[in-house]
């Protein structure tokens, strides 16, 4: 048996045998033993309700999940080189939900594996180099997205902007140039990709992709303004780029309206990808792209991936397209997600402290802020809220450039109830901020 430790051995342990540049969540780190659906379980059996985990997205330790994994474990794990039904019908599956055009799956074994490949197709198909983002975005943790990752190249380590990337201005019509009287203010953010592709022609190089989350994530729970990427989407085209929608941390239903979030800004992306909920915790990627653009690999190098797309893998994204699907979370993320911020608004028309509420589903960033004109960070207070939470057993992260969001991103069997505590929990935070 595993030995088990106390919270403090742990700490001592990871100190002398993990990667030591590892952050832990919270001032006294919690030691997590058990999960079930919207909560999480310490060491003494105390109820944690998580509103931070959008990996467990159906629920933790969802049975139906779990069952497909055990089931197929016990039967056969295997790479992709043999037949086998699982690959296939998740594939289906897959695609089925996106548009028509969408319909060829790479599987891959995280996020960033998945942004990887969705670069190489990009290069392979448009035969051009350089790469175009949104400022404050995360993409990926290998060497060739970190380079295209303002979050890491422009913070702490980072190494600057590398030649080959450009960046375009976030579209936070919160903060930003264009704010959200502006019924322009889509198509204005999208024109700054004039600049970046002339600043890529300038060097001599053309633009492959334009990468964009579908909600930006790190850039602060921002919601893209009406007309955004199909106004971007159109610059970067006629420039021959292709456009990639990173899914990660917002795809399979999480934003309500729609399975996919790009969905609600009418576009069709060239590639997508997608990770974190995609099998519940069980480490999986994927990028789906047209058929055109995947076509761009054969006449040059294969991919393959040793783990990527096996049984297991397939088994429990199937099962967790199938809990999606059954108890209807897509529909409860859209309900659950509108009662919050409605009682998030209601809290902002009585706390100065929250310059603003965003979100779609249940995906919303809560901006703190000490006045409403200078819109100066209230980072602090965001941290003094998520330890007054935990205190009171309700898990929160902050994000954003000034780490001043709040960042709503539960399990989406998140219920009215839950959403009810948590409203009430984050008054008496606020309150006693005041
Ligand atoms: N893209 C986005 C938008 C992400 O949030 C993340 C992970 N935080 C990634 C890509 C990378 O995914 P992974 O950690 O699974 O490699």
């Not at 198509?187 to 592709?197: F, G, S, T, W």
């Not at 969905?263 to 994927?286: F, L, R, S, W, Y």
Request: glycine fraction near 8%; aromatic fraction near 8%; include cysteine.
């Amino acid at each position: 048996a595993i030995p088990q430790r106390s919270p403090q051995e742990i700490i001592d342990l990871r100190r002398r045998h993990l990667n030591p540049s590892l952050s832990m969540s919270y001032r006294e780190p919690i030691k997590m033993i058990r999960g079930e659906g919207a909560y999480l379980f310490d060491q003494d059996g105390h109820a944690y309700l998580d509103m931070v985990n959008n990996v467990c997205h159906v629920g933790h330790c969802h049975p139906a999940v779990v069952a497909a994994g055990q089931a197929q474990m016990a039967q056969l794990n295997t790479n992709t080189r043999y037949l086998h039904d699982n690959i296939v019908e998740y594939a289906k599956r897959l695609s089925a939900t996106m548009p028509t055009e969408l319909s060829v799956v790479f599987l891959t074994n995280s996020g960033t594996e998945a942004n990887d490949l969705a670069l190489r197709l990009a290069r392979t198909y448009t035969k051009a180099n350089d790469i175009i983002v949104v400022d404050h975005a995360y993409h990926g943790n290998s060497p060739t997205m970190i380079e295209l990752s303002p979050y890491k190249f422009d913070g702490k380590g980072g190494q600057g902007r590398p030649a080959h990337i450009q960046v375009a201005e976030i579209p936070d019509d919160y903060r930003g140039r264009f704010r959200r009287d502006d019924p322009e203010a889509g198509a204005k953010y999208a024109h700054d990709l004039h600049r970046a592709i002339a600043a890529i022609r300038q060097r001599g190089e053309a633009p492959a992709a334009f990468f964009c989350e579908s909600i930006l994530g790190c850039g602060g729970q921002v919601v893209l303004p009406e007309g955004y990427l199909k106004h971007a989407y159109a610059i970067a085209h006629e420039a021959g780029a292709v456009c990639i929608a990173d899914e990660v941390q917002v795809g399979f239903g999480r934003a309500g309206s729609h399975f996919w979030a790009f969905e609600d800004q009418c576009v069709v992306p060239d590639i997508v990808t997608m990770g974190k909920p995609i099998c519940n915790g069980h480490p999986m990627g994927a990028v789906v792209t047209r058929p055109e653009i995947a076509q761009a690999f054969m006449n040059g190098m294969e991919y393959f991936n040793t783990f990527a797309g096996n049984p297991v893998s397939c088994a429990m994204g199937l099962a967790v397209l199938d809990v999606i699907e059954q108890e209807k979370l897509q529909a409860n993320a859209a309900s659950v997600g509108e009662h919050i911020l409605q009682g998030l608004r209601a809290l902002q028309s009585e706390f100065k402290l929250i310059g603003d509420v965003r979100g779609t589903g249940l995906f919303i960033g809560v901006e703190l802020v000490r006045d409403h004109h200078a819109l100066t960070p209230a980072t602090d207070e965001a941290n003094a809220v998520i330890e007054y939470l935990k205190a009171h057993r309700i898990l929160l992260s902050t994000d954003g450039p000034y780490d001043n969001v709040l960042k709503l991103k539960p399990p989406i069997v998140f219920s009215h109830e839950n959403a009810e505590e948590f409203l009430q929990r984050l008054r008496e935070a606020l309150t006693t901020l005041q």
